[in-house]
Each structure stands twice: as C-alpha cells, then as structure tokens.
C-alpha cells in the first residue's frame, strides 16, 4: 500500500488523542468511587479483617481447651478424690457449654415467610417486609420455650447458646454470641424429643404462633444430634465466688 | 485511510493498558486537552479534502493546542475565571463545523461517484 503524505501525520495524532482519551476516561471512571464508597469499602476490609481476627482466637482458646482436658486428666488419673471432681468438672463444662455434646434431640428450622410476603404485597403494596421477616425476639422465645420443654443444651445456627449468650437483632441480621447469622435458623436442642416439641406446639407457643402466620418452620426429631462447643471466653469482671463464712 | 484509524486503535490500546495515573483535580485539563487533539485531528481530515494538507501544522497545531488548552484552563482555574469553557466552545463549535464539512465533502464525493457509474452504464 502506497502511504500518502498525510496518513503518517494523522495517525500520530489519533495515537495520541487516543492516548489522553483513554487516560482521561479512566480518571474519570475511577473518581466514580464517591468517598462515601470508598469509606464503606474500608469499613468492610476492616470488618472482614477482625472477623478473620476472631476466627483465629477461638481456634487458639479451643487448642488451648484441648490442652487443659489433658492436664487435668493426667492429673486426676488414678486418684478417686480427683476423679471425683473431675466428674464435677465436666458436668459443669457441658452446662457452661465450653465442650462439645451429643445426645437425642430435636432441630427447628425457621426462615422468614418469604412467600407471605410476596402474597401481601401484591394484594397490598404497602405491606411492610419487616412483618414477615424473623426476629431477635421469635428467636429468644423459642430458646426459652426449648428450655421449658428440657433442653439440655441448644445451639442457633452452630452458635451454642450458654448462660451468657446474647440474642438480638443488629440491622438485618440476628446476632448471637457477637455473630451474625442469616436465615434460616438451624435450632439444635438436645434433650427429651417428645416433650420438646409438645412444649413448641403449644398453641400460645412461639413456634404455633410463627406456624399459623404462614412461616416455613418445621420440627424434625433425631437420635442423634451434635452440638458443638461455645467458641467464645467466659469473662468474670464484676462477679467473683462468695467466700466461704 | 486505515493507517490513522490503525493509530487511534493503538492509542485507545496503549491508553488502555499504561493506565497513567492522574489526579482528579488535572482530569478536567486533560479533558479540555483531549477536545483540542480531536480538533485538531478533524481539521487535519478537512484538510485532506480541501487539497490544503501540510504534516506541519497538523503537527505543531496538535501540540501547541492541547498544551495551550490545558494551560489555559488551569490559568483560570487559578485565576476564578471559567476559561475552559471559552475552549470547550470554541473547540465544540469548530469539530461540529469541521465534522459537516466532511460529511458534506463525503456525500458529494459519493454522489458524483454514483453519478458516473450511471453515465457509464448507459454509455455502454
């Protein structure tokens, strides 16, 4: 192809607007990210990062249990006083929740009424989601009523719920333990499966009432459910033992 | 005639993949500096039609206009004048000026084209 005198010129023109256009556009493109943007972004990496954080403490606090469970029961091997206590001792961790238990028991499974919603909206468009969502509070009743029905040890979503443990609601999540949690809500109680479930289907109970408003929620009864330990630390700043008179 | 559009491409590419890092703040200077190299290439393409082509002023025009552009921008930036929009214009109307002239300059190319082919086949 023959080159006119005026190709060679032009192109090197259109290369360099070209250059500056795509650069421009670029800047352009990247201011996009508004400070606000750019502040939420931060905000996760920071959230993401102390989950990570936390994850690890709780590994270590479990290795560190582990560890313990060895000690005290080389411990008390071989002397009936300590074996005593040591009896004692994981009677009160299944009850402080710090080992992992298994036994008969039962799993409630709650989501939010999704299909309710869905229902009401369109026969009422100002129907409000919140109303069909499950709450803190549905969460809390049915814990109680499990306790109620015997249980002797209940877990939210793999979360064990101890002496301490905290149930409340942090925007569009539910947390317990300080995790969040997502529907649906996998309820594993351990316990007398029978009575259990009589005490949830009560007709005042939590559960009939959540079952009557149209939620999807079921009740299954097993041999053997598994629930593991609570991952957090115990921390006494205010109570200490009352001294013996 | 492929050979400028094959220019841009490379442009648009290279620009593409250095990615050269400007503050937001120069951004709008750069823009002002982009319509003036847009300019300049649309006059160089009317130039081409009006038989009146010359490799140097297409040249120090592209350079002294966008430099000036982008100068002149940030000097009444600094001076609380809006002065890019005095370039914006003038730019502006001189693309679509020169773009109209193309067109206008294409279409009767075209049409004369057609005209002769017409001729010819009566002709024969």
């Known amino acids: 192809m023959r080159l006119k005198n005026w190709q060679l010129p032009l192109a090197l023109v259109l290369f360099m607007t070209g250059i500056l256009l795509m650069s421009v556009l670029q800047v352009l493109h990247n201011q996009d990210e508004t400070p606000a943007q750019e502040k939420n972004h931060n905000l996760v990496a920071m959230i993401k990062r102390q989950e990570k954080e936390l994850n690890n403490l709780e590994k270590s606090i479990d290795t560190r249990r582990v560890s313990l469970d060895k000690y005290q029961k080389s411990l008390s091997s071989g002397q009936l006083e300590t074996e005593n206590l040591q009896y004692q001792l994981d009677q009160l961790k299944m009850l402080s929740g710090v080992s992992d238990v298994e036994g008969p028991g039962i799993t409630v499974i709650l989501d939010d009424n999704k299909k309710g919603y869905e229902v009401a909206k369109s026969k009422n468009p100002e129907a409000n989601a919140q109303d069909y969502l499950i709450h803190d509070k549905h969460l809390l009743y049915i814990v109680y009523e499990l306790r109620?029905?015997?249980?002797?040890?209940?877990?939210?979503?793999k979360q064990r719920i101890t002496a301490s443990s905290d149930i409340r609601c942090i925007g569009t999540m539910i947390q317990v333990n300080t995790k969040g949690l997502a529907p649906p809500y996998v309820i594993n109680a351990i316990g007398d499966s029978s009575r259990m479930a009589s005490v949830l289907e009560n007709t005042d109970s939590q559960y009939n009432i959540l079952k009557m408003a149209g939620y999807?929620?079921?009740?299954?009864?097993h041999d053997k459910v598994v629930i593991g330990s609570y991952k957090?630390?115990?921390?006494?700043?205010?109570?200490q033992p009352k001294e013996e008179q | 005639m492929w050979v400028p559009i094959l220019g841009l491409v490379i442009g648009l590419l290279i620009g593409l993949v250095l990615n050269i890092p400007i503050p937001g703040i120069y951004a709008k200077y750069l823009s002002i500096a982009v319509l003036a190299g847009l300019d300049s290439a649309?006059?160089?393409?009317?130039?081409i039609f009006d038989e009146k082509f010359d490799a140097g002023i297409l040249l120090t025009g592209f350079f002294t206009n966008t430099l000036l552009a982008a100068l002149l921008a940030y000097l009444g930036d600094q001076l609380g004048v809006d002065l890019y929009l005095a370039a914006v214009f003038a730019f502006g109307v001189r693309l679509?000026?020169?773009l109209a002239?193309?067109?206008?300059?294409l279409l009767a190319r075209w049409s004369r084209k057609?005209?002769?082919?017409k001729a010819k086949v009566k002709g024969s």
């Open chain 2, 101 to 105: 002239m193309i067109r206008r300059e």
């Open chain 1, 216 to 221: 999807p929620v079921q009740i299954e009864k």
């Open chain 2, 114 to 117: 057609r005209r002769l082919a």
């Open chain 2, 96 to 98: 679509f000026q020169n």
């Open chain 2, 42 to 47: 649309f006059g160089g393409v009317k130039s």
């Open chain 1, 148 to 157: 109620v029905g015997g249980a002797e040890a209940i877990s939210i979503n």
């Open chain 1, 232 to 239: 957090g630390s115990y921390q006494f700043s205010y109570a």
